[in-house]
């Protein structure tokens, strides 16, 4: 049903949605639509740096048990 929508359909469909919605709430959305996804992009990049900096400093202390033993 999809599959044959062309450069007409989608012009006929964005002109629908500008009379229904305006260009002012259209603007508004993408705007919204744009902030969402720099905030999503932020996120993985803040998460890959913490991913990263937990495994750069993922180096195993030593035991204060371990410690003792040598003293004994």
Do not use: C, H, Y
């Amino acid at each position: 049903m999809l599959n044959n929508i062309g450069l007409p359909g989608l012009l006929l469909i964005a002109v629908v949605v500008l009379v229904l919605f305006g260009r002012g709430k259209i603007s508004s959305l993408m705007g919204e639509v744009g902030k969402g996804i720099t905030a999503f992009k932020k996120g993985v990049k803040d998460g890959t740096q913490e991913i990263e900096d937990a495994s750069a400093t993922d180096v195993t202390p030593e035991t204060p048990a371990a410690n003792d033993k040598d003293k004994v």
